[in-house]
Protein backbone atom coordinates (compact mmCIF):
# COMPACT_ATOMS: atom_id res chain seq x y z
CA UNK A 1 0.00 0.00 0.00
CA UNK A 2 1.67 3.40 -0.76
CA UNK A 3 1.56 6.03 1.68
CA UNK A 4 -0.62 8.49 0.12
CA UNK A 5 -3.37 5.64 0.64
CA UNK A 6 -2.37 4.25 3.97
CA UNK A 7 -2.32 8.22 5.47
CA UNK A 8 -6.27 8.15 4.04
CA UNK A 9 -7.14 5.26 6.35
CA UNK A 10 -9.40 6.45 9.49
CA UNK A 11 -9.48 2.86 11.59
CA UNK A 12 -6.44 0.12 11.60
CA UNK A 13 -7.26 -3.25 13.56
CA UNK A 14 -3.78 -4.19 15.20
CA UNK A 15 -3.40 -8.34 16.48
CA UNK A 16 -0.42 -9.51 18.15
CA UNK A 17 0.97 -13.05 17.02
CA UNK A 18 2.38 -15.32 20.00
CA UNK A 19 5.35 -16.82 19.16
CA UNK A 20 8.44 -17.99 21.60
CA UNK A 21 11.48 -15.58 21.14
CA UNK A 22 9.53 -12.42 19.34
CA UNK A 23 6.56 -10.68 19.66
CA UNK A 24 4.71 -9.91 16.04
CA UNK A 25 2.49 -8.00 15.22
CA UNK A 26 0.43 -7.82 12.24
CA UNK A 27 -1.74 -4.20 11.11
CA UNK A 28 -4.29 -4.25 8.55
CA UNK A 29 -7.35 -2.10 7.36
CA UNK A 30 -10.68 -3.01 8.49
CA UNK A 31 -13.30 -4.46 5.96
CA UNK A 32 -16.91 -3.22 5.94
CA UNK A 33 -18.16 -6.75 8.04
CA UNK A 34 -15.52 -5.68 10.81
CA UNK A 35 -12.98 -8.49 9.94
CA UNK A 36 -9.57 -7.62 9.12
CA UNK A 37 -8.72 -6.39 5.41
CA UNK A 38 -5.54 -5.91 3.46
CA UNK A 39 -2.45 -6.41 5.86
CA UNK A 40 -0.52 -2.39 6.22
CA UNK A 41 2.28 -3.03 8.66
CA UNK A 42 4.15 -6.05 10.16
CA UNK A 43 5.88 -5.42 12.91
CA UNK A 44 8.72 -7.62 15.03
CA UNK A 45 9.65 -7.06 18.37
CA UNK A 46 13.04 -9.11 19.70
CA UNK A 47 12.63 -10.54 23.05
CA UNK A 48 15.24 -9.68 26.23
CA UNK A 49 17.04 -6.97 24.38
CA UNK A 50 18.63 -3.82 26.36
CA UNK A 51 17.53 -1.57 23.91
CA UNK A 52 14.29 -1.41 22.06
CA UNK A 53 13.96 -1.67 19.07
CA UNK A 54 10.95 -2.55 16.83
CA UNK A 55 10.90 -2.81 12.52
CA UNK A 56 7.60 -2.38 11.05
CA UNK A 57 7.59 -3.72 7.44
CA UNK A 58 5.04 -3.58 4.94
CA UNK A 59 4.17 -6.99 5.24
CA UNK A 60 5.24 -10.68 6.31
CA UNK A 61 8.00 -10.89 4.05
CA UNK A 62 9.96 -8.11 5.40
CA UNK A 63 11.29 -6.91 2.51
CA UNK A 64 10.77 -3.24 2.82
CA UNK A 65 10.58 -1.27 5.82
CA UNK A 66 8.13 0.88 6.34
CA UNK A 67 9.04 2.39 9.77
CA UNK A 68 10.95 1.42 13.25
CA UNK A 69 11.22 2.85 16.62
CA UNK A 70 14.13 2.55 18.97
CA UNK A 71 14.74 3.51 22.42
CA UNK A 72 17.28 6.10 23.41
CA UNK A 73 18.62 4.68 26.13
CA UNK A 74 18.76 1.20 28.13
CA UNK A 75 16.84 2.06 30.64
CA UNK A 76 13.66 3.82 29.41
CA UNK A 77 12.05 5.79 32.55
CA UNK A 78 10.37 8.58 29.62
CA UNK A 79 13.47 8.92 27.67
CA UNK A 80 11.72 7.98 24.61
CA UNK A 81 11.67 5.99 21.33
CA UNK A 82 12.60 7.78 17.87
CA UNK A 83 10.30 6.62 15.20
CA UNK A 84 11.94 6.72 11.32
CA UNK A 85 10.45 6.34 7.88
CA UNK A 86 11.98 3.24 5.68
CA UNK A 87 14.52 5.27 4.70
CA UNK A 88 15.64 6.26 8.14
CA UNK A 89 14.30 9.97 8.20
CA UNK A 90 13.05 10.60 11.74
CA UNK A 91 9.20 10.93 11.33
CA UNK A 92 8.16 11.51 15.09
CA UNK A 93 8.99 10.36 18.82
CA UNK A 94 7.11 9.10 21.89
CA UNK A 95 7.89 9.06 25.71
CA UNK A 96 6.10 7.45 28.49
CA UNK A 97 5.33 9.90 31.39
CA UNK A 98 6.83 7.71 33.89
CA UNK A 99 5.38 10.10 36.96
CA UNK A 100 1.62 10.41 35.59
CA UNK A 101 1.70 6.19 34.32
CA UNK A 102 2.58 5.25 38.23
CA UNK A 103 -1.42 4.43 38.44
CA UNK A 104 -2.44 5.58 35.13
CA UNK A 105 -0.53 5.02 31.83
CA UNK A 106 0.44 8.24 30.06
CA UNK A 107 2.54 8.49 27.15
CA UNK A 108 3.15 11.98 25.06
CA UNK A 109 3.95 11.60 21.00
CA UNK A 110 5.35 14.34 19.04
CA UNK A 111 5.32 14.84 15.15
CA UNK A 112 6.80 18.09 13.79
CA UNK A 113 4.75 20.84 12.75
CA UNK A 114 2.10 19.71 15.26
CA UNK A 115 1.39 20.08 18.97
CA UNK A 116 2.44 17.58 21.46
CA UNK A 117 -0.38 14.56 22.38
CA UNK A 118 -0.91 13.17 25.13
CA UNK A 119 -2.56 9.74 25.40
CA UNK A 120 -3.91 8.20 28.82
CA UNK A 121 -5.77 5.28 29.70
CA UNK A 122 -9.15 6.03 29.56
CA UNK A 123 -10.06 4.18 32.67
CA UNK A 124 -8.46 4.81 35.94
CA UNK A 125 -10.59 1.60 37.73
CA UNK A 126 -9.19 -0.75 34.84
CA UNK A 127 -5.43 1.03 34.87
CA UNK A 128 -5.10 0.45 39.13
CA UNK A 129 -6.93 -2.76 38.78
CA UNK A 130 -4.57 -4.20 36.37
CA UNK A 131 -1.75 -2.55 38.44
CA UNK A 132 -2.40 -4.42 41.74
CA UNK A 133 -4.38 -7.03 41.23
CA UNK A 134 -2.05 -9.83 39.12
CA UNK A 135 -4.55 -11.98 38.26
CA UNK A 136 -6.53 -9.48 36.29
CA UNK A 137 -3.85 -8.00 34.26
CA UNK A 138 -5.71 -9.17 31.42
CA UNK A 139 -8.09 -6.35 31.35
CA UNK A 140 -8.34 -4.69 28.50
CA UNK A 141 -7.09 -0.71 28.06
CA UNK A 142 -8.40 1.85 26.35
CA UNK A 143 -5.78 4.87 25.43
CA UNK A 144 -7.10 8.42 24.10
CA UNK A 145 -4.41 10.35 22.59
CA UNK A 146 -6.83 14.02 22.83
CA UNK A 147 -8.88 14.04 19.15
CA UNK A 148 -6.33 12.84 17.75
CA UNK A 149 -6.72 8.73 17.96
CA UNK A 150 -7.91 6.39 20.15
CA UNK A 151 -6.37 2.27 20.47
CA UNK A 152 -8.94 0.42 22.11
CA UNK A 153 -8.06 -3.30 23.51
CA UNK A 154 -10.20 -5.99 22.40
CA UNK A 155 -11.69 -8.19 24.99
CA UNK A 156 -10.63 -12.09 23.63
CA UNK A 157 -7.25 -14.24 24.85
CA UNK A 158 -5.68 -12.71 21.99
CA UNK A 159 -4.14 -9.37 21.83
CA UNK A 160 -6.16 -7.42 19.35
CA UNK A 161 -6.67 -3.65 18.75
CA UNK A 162 -8.78 -0.82 17.36
CA UNK A 163 -7.14 2.06 16.04
CA UNK A 164 -9.56 5.36 15.14
CA UNK A 165 -7.38 8.07 13.50
CA UNK A 166 -9.93 11.29 13.74
CA UNK A 167 -6.65 13.92 12.83
CA UNK A 168 -6.08 13.71 9.08
CA UNK A 169 -2.47 15.19 9.55
CA UNK A 170 -1.42 12.38 11.98
CA UNK A 171 1.44 10.47 10.43
CA UNK A 172 -0.29 6.66 10.13
CA UNK A 173 3.40 5.57 10.75
CA UNK A 174 3.70 7.06 13.87
CA UNK A 175 0.33 5.68 14.93
CA UNK A 176 1.25 2.04 14.00
CA UNK A 177 3.94 2.37 15.90
CA UNK A 178 2.69 4.02 19.05
CA UNK A 179 -0.28 1.66 18.75
CA UNK A 180 2.45 -1.58 18.82
CA UNK A 181 4.56 -0.28 21.56
CA UNK A 182 1.16 0.18 23.59
CA UNK A 183 1.31 -3.58 23.62
CA UNK A 184 5.03 -4.33 23.69
CA UNK A 185 6.25 -1.94 26.06
CA UNK A 186 2.91 -0.96 28.27
CA UNK A 187 4.11 -3.21 31.58
CA UNK A 188 7.76 -2.00 31.10
Known amino acids: MDLHT ?7 LVRQ ?6 NRYVVCLEN ?9 AFAEQKRMTLK ?5 YT ?3 RSQVLAAFKARNVIDLGSGYDVFDGAG ?3 GLFRKDFGQSLLRSTWHLDQPGLPTVTGQERSMLVSVLRRFVDSLSWLPYHFDFGEVFSVVKKWGLRDR ?4 IRDPRIDRRL ?3 MAVALDALQSR
Open 6 to 12: LQAQQRL
Open 17 to 22: KVTMMV
Open 32 to 40: PDGSEGPMV
Open 52 to 56: EQVTL
Open 59 to 61: DES
Open 89 to 91: RPI
Open 161 to 164: YVVD
Open 175 to 177: VIA
